[in-house]
Structures are given as C-alpha cells and as structure tokens.
C-alpha cells in the first residue's frame, strides 16, 4: 500500500451534516455473510456486523470522481468484550470492480481469528492467513463530483466477495459484503493495477 491506513470506527447512523462529497448525507451500513470451512468439514460463520473499522485511501483527479485505490476492514462476528472472532481485508492495486488475487503478497490479503466464533471447535481455534484465493468487487464508489477530497469524508460503498483457503486446508467464504461509510479522505500515490480481469 502507498500510505499507510488508520483504522478508523464505522457507527451505524446517519451522519447529518457530512459534505465531503457535496451531495445530501446518506446513512452508514453494513452487511456480511462469513462462512469457515473447515477439513473435518465442520462449518461456522456469522452475519452480524457487531463492530467494523476501515479505512481507504483514493486517487482524486480535477476532471474525474474519486476511484478507490486501496481499503482496508475488520469486520468483528462477536459483541462480546474481549472475545476474538473477527476477519480483516486489506486490498490495494484495485481500479474498480472486477476480480483480484487472494494470498499475502497479492492484492488481498484475508486473516481471521476464530478463538471466540460460535460452533468452532478446538482444534481450528487460532489465528490464520489465506493464501490463496479470489476477491471479487462488484462495486466500488465514492460520489460523483470531481476534484479534490483530501482530509474530507466521503461517502464510500464497497460491495464484493472473497473465496480463500488457508495453507492448512480452512476455507473461508465471504458469500457477500456490503460497507456504506463516511472514510476521511486520503490521496494514494500512482497506483499499479493488481485486478485479473
């Protein structure tokens, strides 16, 4: 990644009063369906989007709208106070929708904890990183006005979904995400196209 990310909290509300990209304040969302697959073929996941943190950086032209250029994202599956389960995405090299490449030197790299997910048993509790993989984003967008947005929220929506696989054998399925957020605005450098498509 060209900058580095700060991790920044998404609270579910409307955020009145917000004019990074000029247009009327839309509400934050969020929406996941993670599933963990795993070699004795027992099966966890969850849909909750008990706590999200995410930060993006974009490339902002005079003559076109931001393009997202990089994000990064945890999505927790518990609410409960010093329990572990959770996922984070980090992808960069994107220019826009399309499929990108799963694995840690790739375009997206996928690591999740399951100490605490609900029906995971023992012996896959831990710490893990996929290593291969594919990541489909079906949309990216932060407004419609050109120009320049640095240190300004912008509306941003990200939609795709991830199918990886760890080194050991866990499959881990984002059947599908959708995050609508108010991200500060932050200028990527010239960034290298990492899409497969």
């Not at 991790?7 to 247009?23: D, I, N, Q």
């Not at 250029?69 to 599956?77: D, H």
């Not at 960069?92 to 399951?114: D, H, I, K």
Request: charged share 25%; aromatic share 10%.
């Amino acid at each position: 990644m060209n900058k580095a990310m700060t991790l920044v909290g998404l609270a579910l509300t409307s955020c009145s009063g917000l004019t990074g990209t000029k247009e009327p304040p839309e509400d934050q969302a969020c929406s996941i369906n993670a599933r963990f697959t795993f070699p004795d073929g027992s099966v966890a996941g969850y849909s909750e989007c008990d706590e999200v943190l995410i930060d993006a950086t974009y490339e902002f032209d005079p003559d076109t709208p931001p393009e997202i250029r990089s994000f990064n994202v945890q999505f927790t599956g518990t609410d409960e106070s010093g329990f572990e389960c959770w996922i984070k995405m980090t992808a960069y090299g994107l220019c826009g929708s399309g499929r990108y490449s799963v694995g840690p030197e790739l375009s997206t790299r996928v690591e999740f904890a399951t100490y605490d997910c609900a029906g995971v048993g023992d012996d896959y509790e831990g710490e893990f990183v996929a290593t291969t993989g594919t990541h489909t984003l079906y949309r990216a967008h932060a407004g419609n006005e050109t120009g320049s947005f640095e240190d300004e929220p912008l509306h941003t929506i990200l939609r795709g979904d991830i199918r990886a696989e760890t080194e050991s054998g866990i499959q881990v399925d984002i059947e599908s995400y959708t995050i609508a957020a108010y991200i500060r605005g932050t200028d990527a450098e010239e960034t290298t196209c990492l899409n497969q498509d």
